[in-house]
């Protein structure tokens, strides 16, 4: 104390209050946003949260399992929805493997269309026609009814999906419902939760705690009767995206109804009412089979995840229809039907897994109901968080004060260290989540911002530091890191653009023939030219190889018709270099002439290099193909070519013709190519050569030679000297008199870069 003292005494000299003084608003500060949490703080709240279960070592029941449609499910017996006898089929053979309970994640929201009776029905109705099945007993006429016969006779529960405002980011449709009508109800209610309530005497009614359904997304009546157990689906998402937390129960209208994975655990351990336990604050706990199931105040469970996909034990539908299975593999599970497949859409994000099936986390939820490890956010954890708020921020501005040299720092990375592991060490132990972010960050910002003033000297070295960028950094660069110092870090970003390369023809021997000052002076005349019309269209100048310009369009300014910008420039810069035919002319040369090579998809675009030297670029395969592009238009004969993937985005606004199909070196697969143009000097703008030309490609690639040489001798006619088809008509030649070579396809492979 009386340390504490003397160092209050010491601080009224003004240097020292003013350090006081900062620290404490700071901890007030910190305290407020503690308080009133805003977004940027709820995130990194949520990410710390997933750092830290992490560190959770869980592992699954073996309870609960998984049928799951997935890829090979679907390559062996065809795309979904399958027909519901197939379904049928499988529910009844997980039946018949000891499954204590079937739950289904999927949501059969319309009749099966596939079934003899409704495509007997639809052809008759649209076309007239009348059509029997020949030897189909009557009991399999309609594949709903016999799925119905199926749920009656086992422990199945129905998924079905309640529109809920304010849960997560699933305000959406589920994939299997995407077609039911939002305002119609079910004309079969899914079964109500049998819920007894214990309400402490200031505590909200049961409705006004949980979230509240404001419609029902259901199976056909035939299915809804049939089943004798249902819960609805939705798991719901954090703003991030990610899916910490699911529903266990949802207030629709007058019942409360539960979740898919609760009502499997229910039709498992057979009739139970469950116990509500409810407080001001709103939901505290749900008693079922004489285990507590923390929740939050509406209702949610903390998942505890067992890890990432395929952690719960998962057995493919395709192995289960064909009876491939282990005996005992599903005896007295608790099993969910769902998908991985990527198609279907049911994919989530987690902490552990960014692409997490929606039926496993399902199965996390009953896992961690039949395993009774659950994970929980008490209610005193705010006020100790906010003690320790305040504690920590107001000792670590006595610390900075009391002590110099790296004593100070020490003490600190103590202080943090032990709010961490504490942290982790209550998640592992207890299951309890104590957030360490906001202690630690108010040690860290109190840091921050006393050493900031105690050492104001050291920041004019950062402002040196700051001028100094431009000697190893380009301007353009300069401006963006100003914006966003973060810049400053290797790495990257992967983003859709497109690249541009341009080349002059026979550089090698007009430089051979020039002086070097009249070569410079070309060369900077011809680059200001032509990296003036990228720069004025939003293109972003990568670098000059020599006389090649490298260019990309899409970043770091946003164009959504990045690709067909960059098919302008090409085309604008072509004009430039047209009208600048006669100062560009030289001796040995009739005129200057470049090519162009376009490409667009998905690349990395950002700083990339060393530490001490960046350049702002991008990197991929559509780089790589632009280039050998460019490289390209000199063997084809041709000013501009582009990759399809360009011309998917430009076939409409830009007038192309394909030029050929090539296996460029380094790869496989073909990519088909395209001349675009701007003008047509030769058929008065009806671009009339182009429709001979692609169907002599046709007759080509069928191998039809003499109809194709044909074909583009009428392309020379409307087009003279067309360099494409006296490359195709050279070709047709050698293949009409020679054996085609096995495996041929028209497809040109490129040896060369």
Excluded at 88 to 104: P, T
Excluded at 537 to 565: C, N, S, W
Excluded at 619 to 625: I, K, R, S, Y
Aim: charge should be negative; proline fraction near 5%; hydrophobic fraction near 45%.
């Amino acid at each position: 104390m009386n340390i504490f003292i003397r160092t209050i005494f010491q601080m009224l000299h003004w240097h020292h209050l003013r350090l006081f003084l900062t620290g404490v608003a700071f901890t007030l500060v910190m305290t407020a946003l503690y308080i009133f949490q805003p977004g940027i703080l709820r995130f990194m709240e949520h990410k710390i949260y997933d750092t830290l279960l992490q560190s959770l070592q869980s592992n699954p029941t073996g309870i609960v399992a998984i049928v799951d449609l997935d890829d090979q499910s679907l390559k062996r017996f065809g795309q979904w929805p399958w027909p519901r006898y197939r379904v049928a089929m499988l529910a009844e053979r997980i039946r018949r493997a000891g499954a204590s309970s079937i739950a289904m994640d999927i949501v059969f929201a319309e009749e099966d269309r596939t079934s003899p009776d409704v495509l007997r029905h639809s052809l008759r109705s649209e076309l007239g026609v009348d059509i029997g099945f020949t030897g189909l007993p009557a009991g399999l006429e309609n594949n709903d009814s016999v799925l119905a016969g199926i749920l009656e006779q086992g422990p199945y529960v129905l998924g079905y999906y309640f529109r809920v405002e304010g849960l997560g980011n699933e305000d959406g449709q589920p994939p299997s419902a995407a077609q039911a009508s939002p305002d119609q109800g079910p004309d079969v209610p899914p079964p109500p939760l049998k819920l007894s309530v214990l309400k402490a005497p200031d505590a909200m009614d049961v409705k006004e705690a949980l979230f509240q359904a404001g419609g029902v997304v259901g199976n056909i009546p035939v299915l809804a009767g049939a089943a004798q157990a249902a819960g609805f689906i939705n798991v719901g998402a954090d703003r991030d995206g990610v899916v910490r937390k699911a529903p266990l129960m949802i207030a629709w209208e007058d019942d409360v109804y539960a979740s898919l994975a609760l009502a499997a655990v229910l039709r498992a351990s057979g009739p139970e009412t469950a116990l509500l336990r409810l407080t001001s604050g709103g939901v505290d706990s749900l008693r079922l089979d004489g285990r507590t199931i923390p929740l939050d105040a509406r209702g949610r469970i903390l998942l505890n995840y067992r890890g990432g996909r395929r952690t719960i034990p998962t057995y493919s539908a395709r192995d289960v229809l064909e009876e491939r299975l282990q005996p005992g593999a599903l005896e007295g599970k608790i099993v969910f039907i769902g998908t991985s497949a990527a198609g279907l859409m049911d994919i989530r994000s987690t902490p552990l897994d960014q692409f997490y099936p929606g039926v496993e986390a399902q199965a996390t939820v009953a896992d961690n109901i039949v395993g009774g490890d659950f994970l929980s956010r008490p209610d005193w954890a705010p006020g100790l968080e906010l003690t320790l708020v305040v504690g920590i921020g107001l000792l670590s501005t006595f610390l900075l004060l009391k002590m110099g040299g790296i004593w100070p720092l020490i003490i600190l990375a103590v202080l943090g260290s032990s709010a961490w592991f504490g942290a982790v060490r209550s998640l592992n132990a207890h299951g309890l989540y104590l957030s360490p972010l906001m202690p630690m960050l108010t040690l860290a910002g109190n840091f921050a911002i006393l050493s900031f003033l105690k050492f104001w000297s050291e920041e004019k070295e950062k402002r040196k530091i700051r001028s100094s960028f431009e000697h190893y950094l380009s301007p353009e660069v300069i401006t963006r890191v100003l914006k966003n110092p973060e810049m400053l870090k290797l790495g990257g970003e992967k983003k859709e653009l497109t690249v541009l390369f341009s080349d002059i023809r026979n550089f090698t021997s007009l430089s051979e023939k020039l002086e070097p000052q009249e070569l410079v002076a070309f060369m900077n005349e011809f680059h200001s030219a032509m990296t003036g019309i990228i720069l004025d269209r939003g293109g972003t100048l990568d670098k000059y190889i020599g006389d090649a310009v490298m260019a990309f369009f899409g970043a770091p300014q946003e164009q959504p018709d990045h690709a067909l910008v960059g098919c302008r420039t090409a085309l604008a810069m072509m004009e430039r270099l047209y009208e600048c035919r006669q100062a560009w002319c030289f001796p040995g040369f009739t005129q200057i002439e470049i090519g162009i090579g376009i490409s667009s998809g998905e690349m990395v675009v950002g700083n990339m290099g060393s530490i001490k030297r960046m350049s702002y670029t991008v990197m991929g395969d559509q780089v790589n193909l632009a280039s050998r592009l460019e490289g390209l238009t000199k063997y084809y004969g041709v000013k501009i070519l582009v990759s399809e993937f360009t011309h998917a985005q430009v076939r409409h606004e830009i007038t192309c013709r394909e030029i050929d199909q090539v296996r460029v070196k380094g790869k496989d697969s073909p990519v088909a190519i395209y001349e675009p143009f701007s003008k047509d000097y030769f058929t008065d703008g009806l671009y009339a050569f182009i429709a001979p030309f692609e169907k002599g490609l046709q007759a080509y690639r069928s191998g039809r030679f003499e109809e194709a040489m044909v074909l583009f001798e009428e392309t020379l006619v409307l087009k003279p000297e067309d360099r494409p088809s006296l490359l195709y008509i050279e070709r047709c030649r050698k293949m009409s008199v020679t054996a085609l070579p096995q495996g041929w396809d028209g497809v040109c492979t490129m040896t060369d870069k």
